[in-house]
């Protein structure tokens, strides 16, 4: 059995997969943000200010949620596309 890390006496419990990912993505953002702020002299114009990184991730965030939302939209208008054509079909058949 392997070593346990998770110390029930001081009242820690185990997270969740949810909250291990949320975990995992804050420390990522985190250790991100440190390299941006700890720079490699020399290399100063390749690094964002804090502002030009918020937008990045601003940006970055709106890109995902309109590539889900068209995604949603393409599967409605194939959906309503299959609709159309089954009443199409449905008419020819009725006359």
């Known amino acids: 059995m392997a070593a346990d890390t998770i110390d029930y006496t001081k009242g ?6 949810k909250q291990f990912l949320a ?38 965030d709106k890109c995902e949620k309109l590539g889900n939302e068209l995604i949603l939209l393409r599967k409605e208008n194939a959906s309503l596309k ?10 020819r058949r009725s006359k």
């Open 82 to 91: 299959m609709q159309v054509d089954m009443l199409k079909s449905g008419a």
């Open 23 to 60: 975990y995992v993505e804050l420390r990522d953002k985190y250790e991100a943000l440190l390299q941006l702020r700890v720079a490699p002299p020399g290399k100063t114009d390749d690094v964002l200010s804090d502002y030009q990184f918020k937008r990045y991730e601003q940006i970055r």
């Open 12 to 17: 820690e419990t185990p997270m969740t997969d």
